[in-house]
């Protein structure tokens, strides 16, 4: 159960969607729980509806944008069932830590960690810029897709998907690995690598660094 609730600007949501496939109980038969005590629902926030994906029937899935408040109500009516309390549990959670988040990110470490991130993004974009030309000299014809390749290869071994969402330690890790990809390119180029090797060999840089990391999170935590 990952990714219950989502983060926009500094308050914390989750939809009916996510209920329903939590709970295991029809996404219908929630709606008609959210229409009959819709009155209620109001009281704790707007009740707004977005579109999460596509029914049975091939059309637009509507759901219901639930605040944290809304959503607690919400699942205090549903019937207590294994899964039901084992999704309560989780929901509950996630809120917690999402608003504990949203507390840090505006701390004054949160802010310099960030600036901090993009002054070493900055350097590692540069070096990327070299590896572009690099891999054009090589015969690349999509060298300009290095950008993203890397971007996607330091958010996934950090566990971002957004940076502004990041927390304190997941930006210092993303500087971290992002200082290992510019120095392995940096590297690599001197040493006439061919481009595409030079990304397998910051992968698996920095698939080390994830074990590493990993097992310092576990004596730490």
Known sequence: M???????????????????E?????H???????RKHESKLKKLGKLSTSYGGESTGGRRL?????NEQQ????????????????????LVRQFYEMRRFILERQ????IATRYQGKLTRKAETDTIQKLVEYAKIQGSTHSDKLYITYSKLANSVTGISKRDDATITQLNNLELVENIILHVIDAE????KHYKEIYQDCKKRLETFKDIAYLTQQKTG
Do not use: P, Q
Request: aromatic residues 8%; proline residues 0%; charged residues 25%.
């Open 2 to 20: 990952n990714n219950l609730v989502s983060l926009n600007g500094n308050d914390v949501f989750t939809n009916s969607k996510v209920v329903s």
């Open 22 to 26: 939590g709970t295991g109980i029809r």
């Open 28 to 34: 219908d038969k929630l709606k008609e729980s959210i």
């Open 62 to 66: 509507e759901v219901y944008d639930l």
């Open 71 to 90: 959503a607690t109500f919400l699942i205090t009516l549903l019937k207590n069932t294994d899964k039901v309390v084992d999704f309560k549990l989780e």
């Open 107 to 110: 701390s004054s470490e949160w």
């Open 189 to 192: 180029i001197l040493m006439d």
